[in-house]
């Protein structure tokens, strides 16, 4: 545990306190907006399955990523940072898989090819949605690495030796109880435990469990790609031009993908992203990030599926 603490004060002692005022005002700016105007879910999302639903996500997560990327102007390291290439076409790349994962819909168009049930095919979108996207994202980014890195690192953060498996696992303890206080947040109950997504469905199938168990499967396996997106491919494969600068653009991204969802999650995802961008920086693993992010994930569905069956 020591060692772990070192690498998060090691990390605090590098950092240039006014740049860090700064990240906090553009993060309440941001938020400030995103609340006030649901740019997620009514701007963006009015042109769900269309080229400009693309675009508008590019756009979105462009302001956090290469803004943040852009305030390191302040001193000569950052500027000498920002003039390679080699960053600035990571940083494309990125924008452009994620924009594509969050735009990707033609599997709905298959499902319905497959399966003339409305209520089946309606929960295989939604598992779909989980799943797909995810295994897409994924093989890009394992494109990107054969094409580019193969040569000089191992796939990005697929490492478990030296992963402080016990420190994971007592720090998820420790959430265990912020999530039963932020499951008392009406919020909270408003948008989880997310499988009730299949339950208008399931009723209308005869197979709840089977759905049940498919549906938090697909859940699951989403959060390991975010991991390996946000803490595998947005720090490993940027260290080489950015060093320990790529934590901080990579959970203000992370930041920003939480804007459709409640309040409190969204400014505990910066920490929380803040927090796992160290340790992947620093074990150049992703092994905490994929143990704490789908243990507090499964979590938040079982504290809130117990108020919601309690209703």
Known sequence: MKVIL????????EQNKWHLLFVGVFLTISIVLNYKYDIENT?????????????LYFLLYAVSFIGIYLSYIYDRQGRNMLKQSG???????????????????????????????YYTS?????CGDQF?????????IVLFWWIFDRKEQRLYGFKLKDSYTKVYLFMLLLMIPLVIVASFNIDFREYYPTVRRILRYTSETGHTAWYVALYEFCYGQEFFHTEFFFRGFLILAFVRYAGSRAILPAAVFYFFIHFGKPVGECISSFFGGLILG???YRTQSISAGVMIHLGIAYLMEIV????YWQS
């Open 122 to 126: 309606q929960i295989l979108k939604i």
């Open 43 to 55: 701007v963006i999302d009015s042109h769900s399955e269309t080229s400009i639903h693309f675009y």
């Open 87 to 117: 960053l600035w076409l990571r940083i494309f790349i990125a924008l452009s898989i994620f924009s594509y994962y969050c735009y990707f819909y033609q599997y709905r168009a298959w499902i319905d090819d497959l399966h003339d049930d």
């Open 6 to 13: 070192n690498y998060f004060k090691s990390y605090w002692e």
């Open 278 to 280: 160290i340790l992947s």
């Open 304 to 307: 809130a599926g117990f108020w």
């Open 132 to 140: 797909f996207q995810a295994i897409v994202m994924f093989l890009l």
